[in-house]
């Protein structure tokens, strides 16, 4: 087990109406002019909006409203986020909306006190040093952006988009409203894809090198059999309350990580995938699905006992000890045997992306000067015969 420092102080405010406090808790974590920082007409039909800008003026707050934040969030929402919040002294950022909104968020609450463009702490090996309070009220149980350390922003550079990650502690934010109905009017395949980005979540720290962490184990496998039990069941009644209400509690426990703490951790098909979404704009989730069994094809020899114990574990597969390899396949179709029933893509096929597209996709990543992945390390090779095992997957 390696050492670790642990440290969410996010508050949670879980469960039906919890939005409707939402001013009070802004008062509280000592917001006195607000952004209300959302995405598109959904929020606003459903009233969600309303409802809000009612809370924060009975609570005595004023406010300032920006929409428009799209999947996989621009830098350009960002940079007039900020010159918003500086302009009308904005004290505090409400994201109301899934990991995109609070991704965007996050980027403008670093923007506002600094200097400098916000994109250095992307690209520049930055650290911010102060940002503004952040809170949350949730729409998408998917990325667990309202209670992780990181931040994903996509840029147009040089006419490549560049989708980049930030990772510090003042992208952690002070409050999360949690209200499980909020996610029930989702489309199906939404609610697919962000079970999908939650479950990669935990896996990205579950195949780990260190040894010992049994405790740490147990919990991803928790977060994971609860994760295989309830999409089946959101998916056959959007409004299973009990099922929508495990899935967002497990969108805040695989990424605000507790189970990644005394770990090295992999991370290496999050940041593949991120090409996949930055060259064809899919959703993340869609992509995962798309290349954590690929890489899970690619790297199982590496230590084939993990996967083995996660295909028994989570699945329940017969271990073969003998030929421990059977059982670490059946494991990694287990998985896209769920993924599929949830009409998620499994192929490039699937997906709408292109096997001509992989040496551009490699480019993107610039894998020929770095290399991707811990449990593995990946070099140039490796990933593209990852891309290929996704390009050519057939069921």
């Given at each position: 087990?390696?050492n670790?420092?642990?440290?969410?102080?996010?508050?949670i405010?879980?469960?039906r109406?919890?939005?409707n406090n939402?001013g009070?808790?802004?008062?509280?974590?000592g917001?006195t002019?607000?952004?209300?920082?959302f995405?598109?007409?959904?929020?606003?039909?459903?009233g969600?909006?309303?409802?809000?800008?009612?809370?924060l003026?009975a609570?005595?707050l004023?406010?300032?409203?920006l929409?428009?934040v799209q999947?996989?969030?621009r830098?350009?929402?960002?940079?007039e986020?900020?010159e918003?919040?500086?302009?009308?002294?904005?004290?505090?950022?409400?994201?109301?909306?899934?990991?995109?909104?609070?991704?965007?968020?996050?980027?403008?609450?670093?923007?506002?006190?600094?200097?400098?463009d916000f994109?250095?702490?992307?690209?520049g090996?930055?650290?911010?040093?102060?940002?503004?309070?952040?809170?949350?009220v949730?729409?998408?149980?998917?990325?667990?952006?309202?209670?992780?350390?990181?931040?994903?922003?996509?840029k147009?550079?040089?006419g490549i988009?560049?989708?980049?990650?930030?990772?510090?502690?003042?992208?952690v934010?002070?409050f999360a409203?949690?209200?499980?109905?909020?996610t029930?009017?989702l489309?199906?395949?939404q609610?697919a894809?962000g079970?999908?980005?939650i479950?990669?979540?935990?896996?990205?720290?579950?195949?780990?090198?260190?040894?010992?962490?049994?405790?740490?184990?147990?919990?991803c496998?928790g977060?994971?059999?609860?994760?295989?039990?309830?999409?089946?069941?959101?998916?056959?009644?959007?409004?299973?309350?009990e099922?929508?209400?495990?899935?967002?509690?497990a969108?805040?426990?695989a990424?605000?990580?507790?189970?990644?703490?005394?770990?090295?951790?992999?991370?290496a098909?999050?940041?593949?995938?991120?090409?996949?979404?930055a060259?064809?704009?899919?959703?993340?989730?869609?992509?995962?699905?798309?290349?954590?069994?690929?890489?899970?094809?690619?790297?199982?020899?590496?230590?084939?006992?993990?996967?083995?114990?996660?295909?028994?574990?989570?699945?329940?597969?017969?271990?073969?000890f003998?030929?421990?390899?059977?059982t670490a396949k059946?494991?990694?179709?287990?998985?896209?045997?769920?993924?599929k029933?949830?009409?998620?893509?499994?192929?490039?096929?699937?997906l709408?992306?292109?096997k001509?597209d992989?040496?551009?996709?490699?480019?993107?990543l610039?894998?020929?000067?770095?290399?991707?992945?811990h449990?593995?390390?990946?070099?140039?090779?490796?990933?593209e015969?990852?891309f290929?095992?996704?390009?050519?997957?057939?069921?």
């Open positions: 087990m390696n670790f420092n642990f440290h969410r102080p996010t508050d405010y879980f469960g109406g919890a939005e939402a009070e808790i802004c008062k509280k974590h917001g002019k607000v952004l209300i920082h995405g598109g007409k959904s929020a606003i039909k459903s969600l909006i309303d409802r809000v800008e009612k809370s003026t609570a005595g004023s406010y300032v409203k929409g428009g999947p996989n969030p830098a350009e929402l960002v940079y986020g900020i918003l919040c500086k302009k009308e002294g904005v004290d505090m950022i409400l994201a109301v909306g899934g990991g995109s909104v609070i991704d965007s968020s996050k980027a403008i609450a670093m923007g506002v006190p600094y200097d400098g994109w250095d702490f992307f690209m090996g930055k650290t911010p040093e102060v940002s503004l309070p952040l809170g949350s949730l729409t998408i149980a998917a990325a667990g952006s309202e209670c992780s350390n990181s931040c994903v922003i996509d147009e550079v040089n988009i560049k989708k980049k990650g930030s990772n510090c502690q003042a992208n934010a002070k409203i949690m209200n499980p109905e909020l029930m009017t489309p199906p395949y609610t894809c079970c999908c980005d479950m990669c979540h935990v896996m990205e720290r579950y195949f780990t090198n260190t040894k010992d962490v049994e405790v740490t184990d147990q919990l496998e977060i994971l059999r609860a994760m295989v039990a309830m999409i089946p069941r959101v998916m056959k009644d959007p409004n299973d309350y099922a929508r209400a495990n899935i967002m509690w969108s805040s426990l990424h605000n990580n507790l189970c990644g703490v005394d770990r090295e951790q992999d991370w098909s999050h940041r593949i995938e991120h090409e996949l979404s060259l064809y704009d899919c959703a993340h989730g869609a992509g995962l699905s798309v290349i954590m069994p690929a890489w899970m094809e690619h790297v199982m020899d590496h230590d084939v006992m993990r996967f083995a114990q996660f295909a028994n574990r989570v699945f329940g597969c017969a271990m073969d003998a030929h421990p390899e059977v059946n494991g990694i179709a287990a998985l896209r045997a769920l993924w029933s949830a009409g998620l893509p499994l192929s490039f096929a699937d709408g992306a292109k001509e992989i040496p551009t996709l490699l480019n993107n610039g894998i020929d000067d770095h290399t991707e992945g449990f593995m390390i990946l070099k140039r090779p490796d990933v015969a990852i290929n095992i996704a390009a050519n997957y057939k069921d």
